[in-house]
């Protein structure tokens, strides 16, 4: 059972559109973080979460943890080339004592010149 | 800053090899990680250490044993290579908590034929 859902599972569109990308679960998470990885290469952090409706905004990307703590959005506005790459959400919670992170499906997206 | 370390960056491997993927970081970090990621999907975590000396299952441990001597070097180990295994192999680090941010290498990609 995927925990972390991700949506659309691919996205392409022309630079300067904006776009939505949705993580979406049933479980409850003490914090989101949003990577993104390019091809052949480890994802890297964007940003971290933590409380229920909270927003963070980094440059054009904006970020939003729901407020029951189970999803969360990224949105991107005015995409441009080097916005393209595989958006990944993780989920972190602390389970038997252990604290896990669980990665979301992802995200493929295309900007378009 | 090397950051995570990750070798060899390719191999293919013959059906019953074994082979051990190197993993080593240089941030004094005590929690790291080896993750799977397969074509279109997410990661989903192999092994983890919470320091030298203590490892756990993730969620797909079968075929893959780890061991961590050292706090900067975790090697993962296939014993009897299976078409299964072929993934791409990421390693990655992080300081305690659920929240941290983890650090990851570039990548193993590995075929088993």
């Known amino acids: 059972t995927q925990l972390l859902e991700q949506s659309p599972q691919f996205l392409s569109i022309q630079e300067g559109e904006n776009l939505t990308v949705y993580c979406n679960s049933s479980s409850v998470f003490s914090s989101l973080q949003w990577y993104r990885q390019e091809p052949g290469e480890g994802p890297v952090l964007l940003v971290t979460?933590?409380?229920?409706?909270e927003v963070k905004k980094l440059k054009r990307l904006t970020f939003q943890f729901g407020d029951a703590r189970k999803d969360s959005s990224l949105h991107i506005t005015a995409a441009q080339p080097g916005d393209t790459g595989l958006y990944l959400c993780a989920g972190g919670r602390v389970s038997f004592g252990n604290e896990k992170l669980t990665f979301g499906t992802g995200t493929r997206l295309t900007i378009i010149p | 800053n090397a950051g995570v370390t990750q070798t060899p960056k390719f191999r293919i491997l013959k059906i019953g090899q074994s082979m051990t993927l190197q993993c080593a970081q240089d941030m004094n970090h005590n929690y790291m990680y080896w993750y799977r990621q397969d074509p279109g999907m997410g990661l989903k975590l192999i092994y983890y250490s919470v320091g030298a000396g203590i490892t756990d299952k993730g969620e797909v441990p079968n075929g893959y044993n780890v061991s961590r001597s050292t706090t900067e070097d975790f090697p993962l180990r296939l014993e009897l290579a299976a078409p299964s295994q072929t993934s791409v192999y990421f390693c990655a680090s992080s300081g305690q908590g659920v929240n941290s941010p983890l650090h990851f290498g570039n990548g193993t990609r590995l075929t088993v034929t």
């Open positions: 979460v933590v409380t229920g409706g």
